[in-house]
């Protein structure tokens, strides 16, 4: 409660009737026994003073308001923030203020925004990792939220299978790595490693962790990711319940039954087919004469034709008189063959024509008219149990509207399930499904309209030159079509104004000035007049009517010197991504000069006497000398036949640069800045097939214990690899065998019963075109040689 207002009133008073005395003693005077009670209030008080030596005295009434000013702030559920928030990179968080009174206007802001950012409405989004404060305030009061900004947050966690878990996780999950995640035994503090990181391909909050290891033991789990534990308790691994995973499958399809046993919670223990052997459990399958079995597939001819299923699990345990104890069943179960058209749901994914299967396609179904590249439709085809059919041989396709959409062939690929489609015009189309001549489902595409370029956007609106160095500097335009995809454009320059005395903007044009190469325009400073100038960078369509553009700010500046009086270091590129993708056909350095200047203008390369640069962690990076620049290696090339392979030399993080001149005067400067490497590719994800396996060397053992999927494709030399992987090709490896011994390359030899971590692996993926990339990728666990 908020007096300020009273008391300044009531002194007033004070001091005008009586003598001067303390406000304090008159605020703790009974004549207010009622005063915390009874606000907004009418007060009366009763002054006493003297007049010409007589006692006076006088009543004073007046209205007192006290306000009240607060500020709090509620979540998007409507709870009030309290601690610290968890946010995530890229994920909004909405915080609404409740003030008192309640239409005072608020201001938010942030104690820093390169980690989040905040808008007028409360809204906080988070750009970077680390802590920031955000603040809500009135012109009277003010209050705050802790916000922790994590490229991850987990929440929840529980087991499905002895050696798989489920998560719910927030954040970019695309990129989880297995060594991301801790799973630990919170008594024996035994650290469990993950083999395998699977997202989800509609929820991609919902990842599932494959284990090396059984969680069996009844005991309490941590999982920890990003600083965030969520806690499970492991499976007792005693059977409650078995049962058959289809008890319905699609006639005249052979299809695999599986007897399944869980615990008490559902936690799957054991998954068996027919060829199984396993001495606790039963399991045979009676086709009753209206089918068959081929191994572990149940094959029926016709709808409503049924087979009998035996399973059974026995402990092995028996009481003292012998009877066994803790067995279930034998159980019969009827399985029965059901309609294809009742139990098949299908979809589609437009997409390329390279791409490779329907998971790797953009979850698409638009078709632009006249794309000058060329598509496909991905189908998928699933049963009533959501497993994807085997045998697409049996499906044919065609499109409902030929005048729409066209059709490459009425059959599938039979690797992809894709078919080649062609947008004819606006509008929408179906893929008809056909099986034995008849319709058993469709999908729909969306025919939209022909890609045109809706956006261009400029990596520079401001450009500096200097006539003394003669330097240029080069723009870079990203244009996009209406559907948010780059697209191909020619761009057009002209100059808006200039304010160089008797020279035209139709005057500077050409080469002189500015030269076009695709999407970039680089702008000259040699043999052009000092001054500034506006061009207009535009996209113009056939009818040569501009469509949109973009002004940038060139300054050519004459210093009428080379002799500087400051100096700088110049890095052509501070925020370096090492992202390889079809353009990398060549070595990519960057380039560290010595600029002099003279009243802020670049005048003059000055010769490094000495330099150093090093990472983040303080190791020297090796630099080579290209007449006044010093060049750091950041990604090679090497060609091998057709194929350029780009190899990525810097590690990420804060770069740190010291160098060494001497000025005009003969005395060394030192000079420092620091520059930044980032590498936005997309991450490798690596699947352990297999943690003992043969081999001869540990190159053969990693080749035959793991995949490595990237993108459209997955890289494996295994005895199983699908038809459409590609091999698996080891670029760098290195780790430490179970002896101690240390290896850098492959062809370290290994013997059975020996086992290695991997500490590195660079393993050789296609990036796009004829362009490929040696990627490291994180291996768990040990591998063990049989």
Request: glycine content about 6%.
């Amino acid at each position: 409660m908020q007096s300020i207002g009273f008391r300044r009133f009531f002194c007033v008073y004070y001091v005008l009737l009586t003598e001067a005395t303390d406000c304090q003693i008159l605020l703790s005077s009974p004549v207010f026994p009622a005063f915390f009670k009874t606000i907004p209030a009418v007060f009366t008080v009763k002054v006493t003073a003297k007049k010409n030596g007589k006692k006076v005295s006088k009543t004073l009434a007046s209205n007192i308001t006290v306000k009240n000013y607060k500020v709090r702030l509620e979540d998007a559920t409507g709870a009030t923030v309290s601690g610290t928030t968890i946010a995530v990179v890229g994920t909004p968080v909405q915080f609404t203020a409740k003030t008192a009174p309640a239409k005072a206007a608020v201001t938010y802001t942030s104690s820093d925004s390169a980690i989040a950012t905040v808008d007028t409405t409360g809204k906080v989004t988070p750009v970077k990792t680390g802590k920031v404060t955000i603040t809500a305030a009135t012109d009277k009061a003010s209050t705050t939220a802790e916000v922790e900004v994590k490229n991850y947050a987990l929440g929840t966690v529980s087991q499905t299978k002895l050696t798989e878990l489920t998560a719910t996780v927030a954040g970019n999950t695309k990129n989880l790595k297995t060594t991301d995640f801790t799973v630990k035994n919170t008594t024996s503090n035994v650290v469990y490693p993950v083999s395998k990181v699977s997202v989800d391909s509609k929820d991609a909050t919902k990842v599932t962790l494959t284990l090396f290891s059984e969680l069996s033991d009844d005991a309490n789990y941590d999982v920890t990711l990003d600083g965030t534990t969520k806690s499970f308790k492991a499976s007792d691994g005693k059977v409650a319940s078995i049962a058959l995973d289809n008890e319905t499958i699609p006639y005249a399809t052979e299809t695999e039954v599986k007897l399944v046993s869980k615990d008490a919670n559902g936690v799957v223990l054991k998954e068996l087919k027919t060829t199984d052997a396993d001495a606790h459990y039963t399991f045979t399958i009676d086709t009753k004469g209206n089918g068959y079995t081929n191994d572990s597939k149940l094959y029926l001819n016709k709808v409503n034709d049924t087979a009998e299923a035996t399973i059974e699990y026995k402990t092995g345990k028996y009481d003292q008189n012998g009877k066994a104890e803790g067995n279930i069943g034998p159980n019969k179960v009827t399985i029965t063959a059901v309609d294809q058209a009742v139990v098949n749901g299908f979809d589609v994914r437009i997409d390329k024509a390279t791409t490779t299967k329907f998971d790797k396609a953009k979850d698409s179904k638009k078709l632009a008219v006249k794309d000058p590249t060329q598509y496909a439709a991905f189908l998928k085809i699933k049963d009533a149990n959501g497993n994807e059919i085997k045998d697409y041989n049996k499906y044919k396709v065609e499109s409902s509207d030929k005048a729409t959409l066209m059709l490459g062939t009425s059959t599938l690929d039979p690797n992809k399930h894709s078919v080649n489609v062609t947008a004819v015009k606006a509008g929408t189309a179906y893929i008809l499904i056909k099986k034995d001549n008849k319709i058993v489902g469709s999908v729909a595409v969306e025919i939209v309209a022909e890609r045109t370029v809706a956006t261009l956007e400029l990596d520079s609106y401001n450009v500096t030159l200097s006539k003394q160095l003669k330097n240029t500097k080069t723009v870079t335009a990203t244009v996009k079509d209406q559907y948010g995809d780059d697209i191909a454009a020619n761009l057009s320059v002209e100059c808006l104004s200039t304010d160089v005395s008797n020279l035209s903007t139709s005057a500077v044009a050409g080469s002189t000035y500015y030269t076009i190469n695709g999407k970039k325009v680089t702008f000259n400073s040699e043999n052009v007049a000092a001054g500034n100038y506006v061009y207009k960078i535009s996209y113009k369509n056939s009818d040569n009517k501009e469509v949109v553009a973009k002004t940038v700010s060139v300054a050519v500046k004459d210093a009428k010197t080379t002799v500087p009086d400051a100096w700088r270091i110049d890095v052509d590129n501070n925020n370096f991504d090492l992202k390889v993708d079809k353009d990398t056909t060549a070595d990519k350095n960057i380039a560290i000069q010595v600029v002099g200047m003279k009243d802020g203008i670049d005048v003059k390369y000055e010769t490094i006497k000495s330099i150093s640069v090093k990472d983040a962690k303080g190791n020297a990076v090796v630099t080579t000398t290209s007449g006044s620049a010093v060049l750091v290696k950041a990604i090679t090339t090497a060609t091998s036949g057709s194929a350029i392979v780009a190899d990525k030399k810097l590690a990420t993080g804060t770069y740190s640069v010291k160098a060494t001149i001497t000025n005009n005067e003969g005395k060394d400067i030192e000079l420092s800045t620091t520059f930044t490497v980032k590498d936005t590719q997309d991450k490798a994800s690596v699947d352990v097939k297999d943690n003992t396996v043969a081999g001869a060397t540990v190159a053969d053992a990693v080749k035959n214990a793991l995949t490595v999927t990237y993108g459209e494709t997955t890289y494996s030399s295994r005895s199983d690899k699908a038809a459409a992987d590609q091999p698996l090709v080891i670029a760098a490896v290195e780790g430490i065998k179970n002896n101690g011994v240390k290896f850098t390359s492959g062809t370290q030899t290994v013997v059975s019963g020996e086992y290695f971590t991997i500490t590195k692996l660079a393993v050789t993926v296609k990036v796009d075109g004829n362009v490929y990339t040696n990627m490291e990728v994180s291996v768990p666990g040990a591998i063990t040689i049989k």
